[in-house]
């Protein structure tokens, strides 16, 4: 089922834009075919097509329930910046797996250091493949992708969630024994190429980060945060 997002559905829905072009050219759907649209308060609808014109596409509901397709933890990732554009594939697979939230940030060792200029290029980018993500894998929700900040900033932000998590090729305890059950709103952190400095990870963890280890073996800064999502996914029960 296609899936869409609008920020409200009436009985008859006019969708115009992009995705109007996207039903009408792209997917070549016809009268009579049926979409679903996703709205702000996270209640999906079934909708047929009634009518495709140059105005956009007009759907008529069909039938309407609650989106149950979210985890029950919201996890933010503060992901240090990547180098190329390995940044946007972290983007794309982290909301397949549910993030909530995603913050580029800057550390020590971040071989990308775009300006003010490319930054907000990129991140008008990041949002647009979050919101590709989050249709093709059928979320009640678009993650917020965050404008970049420093680790300095990012660490300041961490009261306000019930766990927060930096991920250290030095060491650290294994996941299970940090998340605690009525942990709903986790902070991941995870490093750059060359990983992080030890006096940021210090910085993390003076503001309440627990340092995470994920296993022997030395991740990719791409690779680690996909695997910090579907650890913390699992040990949340939000794989089953």
Not at 164 to 172: H, K, L, M
Request: net charge negative.
């Amino acid at each position: 089922m296609d899936w869409f997002f609008c920020e409200s559905v009436g009985e008859t829905q006019l969708i115009t834009g992009e995705n109007a072009a996207h039903i009408s050219k792209s997917l070549r759907m016809s009268v009579g075919e049926v979409i679903t649209l996703c709205d702000s308060v996270r209640t999906e609808h079934l909708c047929r097509i009634e009518r495709i014109s140059p105005e956009g596409v007009l759907v008529r509901e069909v039938s309407k329930s609650e989106c149950l397709h979210e985890p029950t933890v919201e996890v933010t990732l503060f992901a240090a910046l990547t180098k190329g554009d390995k940044m946007e594939s972290v983007i794309q697979k982290c909301v397949e797996l549910g993030v909530h939230r995603i913050v580029p940030v800057l550390t020590s060792r971040c071989i990308s250091r775009p300006d003010s200029k490319a930054a907000e290029k990129k991140l008008l980018r990041y949002r647009k493949i979050s919101e590709q993500a989050a249709m093709q894998s059928q979320r009640a929700i678009v993650p917020e992708i965050s404008p970049l900040c420093e680790l300095r900033a990012a660490a300041e932000m961490l009261s306000g969630f019930d766990r927060a998590i930096v991920f250290y090729e030095g060491g650290g305890r294994p996941l299970r024994e940090i998340i605690a059950s009525g942990d709903r709103n986790i902070a991941v952190f995870t490093g750059p190429e060359g990983g992080y400095e030890e006096s940021e990870v210090e910085l993390l963890t003076s503001r309440g980060a627990s340092a995470a280890t994920l296993g022997r073996r030395i991740l990719r800064a791409e690779t680690a945060p996909l695997a910090a999502l579907a650890a913390i996914m699992f040990h949340t029960g939000n794989l089953e």
